[in-house]
């Protein structure tokens, strides 16, 4: 063992030794040296809309013109995904993001039998982005989705780049053809070139969640034309195609020097509601496309129905001229905002969410239901509702962290409000208990003689709970050096969680301690460790 290994696994093993075990629910700690970059981090979460176990074999590339000033948040080039399908990335920090001087780069995750995920970013300054990220799998897609992908087109020949999904259950397909001598640019108006691949993920609408499936989600916002204020929501939805084309170097097509054919089979149950009907040959459906870079919705020219003579399946037709997703519905305008509601209660600093409902003042049903932080003078907004609707908002004492509470039931709603409209309404909820807290706390301790160096403690010291086996990990406290003792609603007395901590920002948990009895209202960290002492 050379010098280096030696001493620091000496430094391991004392880190380790100083650690107060008694009660301590994080035994076993290692305490990072280096703070994490909190400066221009990029947080990819990655998560599989069918449900599958994220895979553990995905390669990470880093491109496009700012791709070597890329690194992860400990300041390395060693990009890794968490097994909760984190990718933390940052800008170094030798490097200042400005609207003058924009930061550029692409992540691609390449995976065996998935998607390969494409995704560019922009920074103009240091804030945090956070993108959630599908991985959809080839073979076992979500119900209603259908995925495929074909590489190795060249982009300069007279090949004609062409692509349709396998058939579903129900024999649906989507077909997209790009005619010869087409050329391609991405966002930038630069050209792509070198060999293509064109992916395509298409919904048949068949599933009982059609609107939910939409890339995008079921409201559209910041759609071109629309005046601001107000979205539109999916009311009958036909069916989507997104489209996909990048090269080698994960550089993304966004423009098509010429219209390229798309075709997607729909579901024949589709109603038309101009009509009234069911649709047929010869009916027109709004199309709209999305940008998932931008979000940016746009109108586009309105597809039409047709019955393919070869197959007998109602299609929709419809040309495009960009590489993004294509939806086929029809919609209503919402309000973008309204009703909102303003809390009063004995509740401040309480960091567990509580059950509301959301009720038609008319009819009385339950329109949703939700969890909403309800600490005195908090407001509630409620979104994407149409216009001339009046509604009531209930608060129940159950919460999103341990369930109902003292007093479990309904504790109060509002009077009757008006959608779209902003005005606050008061939500008096001083019925609701104040629930028990319990005290967090990182205690660092030094040898006789030696005094604590703050300024050598961990910037930024994280935690997140979870029941007991399932891996379904929540927030707990965040701890900074300066501030090292937080108060928190989100574990009960006598429960038993597994626990969790990081030191370096989230890129990593190494710090555990599974099925451990929380048997008093204070938690508490003890660590002894010479390094941070003077």
Partial sequence: MNRYLYVLALFLLSLFLGLEACQNPLEGVTIGLKDP?????????????????????????????????????????????????????????????????????????????YLTVVQPFVLTNGNRQVRSLPLISLSKPPVG?????????????????????????????????????????????????????????????????????????????????????????????????????????????????????????LNPGTVNPRAGRTIQPGDSIPLFSYDAVTGVWKPEKAGIVVREASTGRLTLQARFTQAVSYIAAWTT???????????????????????????????????????????NNDRIAIANQEAGRSFILRVFDETDAWGKGAKGGLIGESAPATSCDQTPIPLLLNELPVPPSMQLQFQFSCPQGKLLDEASLPALMLTQYSEVGKDNWRDLVSATRTQRNVTSYKLRVGQRYDFRASTDGGASWPLRQNDYLVDKATWALKIKAEMYCK
């Fill in 333 to 375: 305008p919402v309000c973008s905002l309204g009703p909102v509601f303003s809390v009063r209660s004995k509740l401040t600093g309480v960091d567990v969410k509580y059950k509301c409902q959301l009720i038609d003042a008319q009819t009385k049903a339950v329109v949703t239901t939700f969890f909403a932080g309800v600490n």
């Fill in 145 to 265: 989705m259908t995925p495929a992908d074909q590489s190795g087109q060249p982009a300069n020949t007279g090949t004609i780049l062409s692509l349709h999904t396998s058939p579903t259950a129900q024999g649906d397909m989507a077909r997209v053809q790009i005619p010869s001598g087409t050329s391609f640019t991405d966002r930038e108006g630069k050209p792509v070139s070198g060999k293509l691949t064109l992916q395509l993920i298409h919904t048949n609408a068949r599933t009982g969640n059609a609107a939910g499936q939409l890339p995008g989600g079921p409201v559209f916002s910041n759609v071109v034309g629309v005046g601001a204020g107000t979205s539109l929501r999916a009311q009958s939805v036909a069916g989507s195609i997104s489209i996909k084309v990048f090269n080698e170097d994960f550089q993304l097509v966004q423009q098509l020097s010429q219209p390229g054919e798309l075709n997607m089979d």
């Fill in 37 to 113: 970059i909190q400066s221009g981090v990029i947080e990819c979460r990655l998560y599989d809309p069918a449900g599958n176990p994220l895979p553990a074999n995905s390669r990470i590339i880093i491109s496009g013109p700012d791709a070597n000033a890329v690194v992860t948040t400990l300041n390395s080039k060693k990009y890794k995904i968490t097994t909760d399908g984190v990718l933390l990335l940052a800008v170094s920090p030798e490097v200042m993001p400005s609207a003058q001087r924009p930061f550029r780069f692409t992540v691609a995750i390449v995976t065996p039998d």
